[in-house]
């Protein structure tokens, strides 16, 4: 029987008030809660989990001392996969996943109450959409530039059934003829709105910068659909103010043209194509349950592998087992993972954040960037993190569910979206009203079998 | 319906023959029609190699016309051309100016399968610029003919594209083009709005034939 000796981290509370952003109770402010219970391997043991609360004696290099400590101390091998946490979820403390393994949050800028009265009245009370001072039209090269398709920006299920029952000509006869009832809002609809709430913020600070989100209406439409797509814009007050409507040609080209940073469609080919180009993108589709996401802060969650990084661990998990696995990333530990398809997009939401972070506003920050990883905060977390720090680049949280299901967390933390290779948890995220794009990369796709047969073309 | 050209850009030709060709298809009795007229103003150029150029390429061309470049407007009205084609940005403005619809040939590196008309939509949007430029006319009344022609095809499929480009408008100016130009009896395929942003990238892969707007309009930029 190995005992685990942690000396929790001696830190000070900071009185964090709570957000107003929908969560009942935010992860960070959990109280440690000691739970003594018995694990699978029969070990009783008393440890608090490991929760950092303090902003100030948190810093990424705290982080990995923590995990380092952590993985010297620790001599079991971690058991396999979810499946010993479903207890934990089954017993209904969702809030937290206190188990005899560890769960490190690395909070390094806790979320701070946000000023109801000030940005927010400021972004609605732009319904006129005058313009009031700053850049509109950014250059593309300096813009960051999000590419949509009509039919994730929008609900066009109904549309959809009548292209493909009664062909082209009937459906932009029928588009026409509705041209002037606009669209619902579609799955990447709340994530646009908070692109355009931290344009509004960039704009009161660097009023002449062109470092701004440029989105653009990428879609492979007729142009006589036009009509009705703009009166939508107009309608939801949609600042996107460029667009292409291929009538039928692949987009592809249009993409690398906008110097695309990440584009969003429905259609699995197209974002695979684009991957092939070197365009971060993902699928999205529409879920019946949607939660309510926060509106004056664009939280953005990433799946570490075949996400952010490349899918090299994966390939010897699927080939070799767990075990291999840890071994694996253990003797690797200072050996930098490859880049993965998102990376690109999380170094331009970082350089954004600095920009905030230089007037002072790193608290109010209205980006907030997440890591929601299957990997071990004490084992394979480490490698992860060390990839992170060379690569130079700041993720706000990174959780380490260690294997443990991701649609709670992702419930608590409410992103406009979030990023996973492996339907598996696209589908467990949207179940729980997370709004989840599949990113078709890697090895995982071999073995993806959506539940859904057919869920959204 | 006439066309002139003075070059031997032989895609433009061949995508203005299939329209023609699909148009008798549909309609033996069709009479709107493509009338491509080729004009030489190059005293060098002799005339018995140009005829046999285009003979060799099977190009249609309908008239052929030896015209000097001072009476080079002149010839046009007299012929009734609707259209006059060029690579030579000096004479597609002079003509311009002069009240006739010119536009620049796009250079084309592949053939492509329909004939590719992109509308600069930031033209249609500003109704009353001032000075109203001399050939706005023959523009409104081109683009009719050129709707009814895209008419008689269907959405996929059809030999003539049209697609509109808006350069500094948002996408509230676009939808207005949209609407001017569905109001004016055409209907377009494709639309870009661009607001502001650099019009080269989309330009090298929209690859139009030629570019119609107010006066004389570089397709490279």
């Not at chain 2, 190059?42 to 001072?70: A, M, N, P």
Request: charged fraction near 25%; proline fraction near 5%; aromatic fraction near 8%.
């Amino acid at each position: 029987m190995v005992k685990m000796s942690l000396d929790p981290v001696q830190v000070k509370e900071l009185n964090v008030s709570p957000s107003p952003n929908g969560d009942s109770r935010a992860s960070w402010e959990e109280e440690e809660v000691e739970e003594e219970e018995e694990d699978r391997l029969g070990i009783a043991t008393k440890t608090k989990p490991v929760s950092v609360t303090d902003l100030s004696s948190v810093s990424p290099s705290l982080c990995f001392r923590l995990a380092a400590r952590m993985s010297r101390t620790q001599k079991l091998s971690l058991p396999d996969s979810r499946f010993p946490f479903q207890e934990a979820s089954d017993r209904g403390s969702s809030e937290l996943f206190t188990t005899s393994l560890f769960k490190v949050w690395c909070l390094r800028c806790p979320p701070v109450a946000h000023q109801w009265g000030g940005a927010s009245d400021k972004v609605t009370g732009r319904r006129a959409r005058k313009v009031e001072g700053g850049v509109f039209f950014p250059k593309p090269e300096n813009a960051v530039t999000v590419a949509v398709s009509s039919r994730v920006l929008f609900r066009t299920e109904l549309e959809q059934r009548v292209f493909e029952q009664k062909g082209v000509e009937e459906y932009l006869r029928y588009q026409i003829e509705h041209e002037n009832e606009p669209f619902a809002p579609g799955p990447a609809f709340p994530f646009v709105k908070a692109l355009e709430t931290v344009n509004a913020r960039l704009r009161e600070l660097y009023p002449q910068s062109e470092e701004l989100f440029d989105i653009v209406l990428v879609t492979y439409n007729h142009a006589h659909v036009g009509i009705r797509l703009i009166n939508t814009i107009n309608h939801h007050n949609l600042f996107i103010e460029r667009f292409c409507m291929t009538g039928g040609s692949s987009p592809i080209g249009y993409l690398k043209a906008w110097q695309t940073n990440l584009y969003l469609s429905a259609d699995a080919d197209k974002v695979r194509e684009a991957l092939a180009e070197g365009i971060a993108a993902a699928t999205m589709f529409m879920t019946e349950k949607l939660t309510e996401v926060s509106e004056s802060q664009l939280r953005v969650a990433f799946d570490g592998d075949a996400v952010l990084f490349s899918d090299e661990s994966e390939r010897i998990f699927k080939a070799h087992g767990l075990d291999k696995f840890f071994q694996h990333e253990q003797d690797n530990e200072d050996t930098l993972l490859d880049h993965g398809p998102l990376k690109g997009f999380l170094e331009a939401l970082g350089k954004l954040q600095k920009k905030f972070y230089a007037k002072g506003q790193r608290l109010d920050c209205p980006i907030r960037t997440y890591l929601v990883t299957a990997r071990s905060a004490a084992s394979s977390g480490i490698r992860a993190l060390k990839t992170l720090r060379a690569w130079g680049l700041e993720i706000d949280e990174a959780l380490f569910l260690a294997g443990a299901p991701k649609g709670p967390m992702l419930e608590k933390i409410r992103p406009h979206i979030y990023f996973d290779d492996q339907m598996f948890h696209v589908e467990g995220a949207a179940e729980m009203g997370t709004v989840a794009a599949h990113v078709p990369y890697g090895v995982a796709q071999k073995h993806n079998q959506p539940q859904k047969p057919g869920a959204r073309k | 319906m006439e066309m002139v050209s003075t070059v031997q850009n032989t895609d433009v030709k061949q995508s203005l023959q299939k329209v023609n060709e699909r148009l008798l298809e549909k309609n033996p009795a069709e009479s709107l029609l493509f009338d491509v007229v080729l004009i030489a103003t190059d005293s060098q150029q002799q005339s018995s190699r140009i005829i046999s150029s285009t003979s060799h390429y099977g190009l249609e061309v309908g008239r052929f016309c030896f015209s000097s470049r001072e009476d080079l407007v002149e010839t046009l009205v007299v012929n009734n051309v609707q259209l006059f084609l060029s690579t030579d940005r000096d004479e597609a403005l002079q003509v311009s100016q002069k009240g006739v619809l010119s536009a620049l040939l796009g250079r084309q590196e592949a053939p492509s399968e329909s004939l590719r008309v992109m509308l600069c939509g930031d033209a249609i949007v500003r109704p009353d610029c001032d000075p109203v430029p001399a050939s706005r006319g023959a523009a409104q009344s081109f683009s009719a003919r050129l709707g009814e022609m895209r008419g008689r095809f269907g959405v996929s499929g059809s030999p003539l594209s049209i697609v509109l480009v808006t350069s500094s408008g948002g996408s509230k100016s676009c939808g207005v083009a949209l609407q001017t130009l569905r109001s004016r009896g055409l209907s377009v395929d494709e639309a870009y709005c661009l607001a502001g942003a650099p019009r080269g990238p989309i330009l090298s892969l929209l690859r139009p034939h030629f570019l119609l707007g107010d006066g004389v309009i570089d397709l490279e930029d």
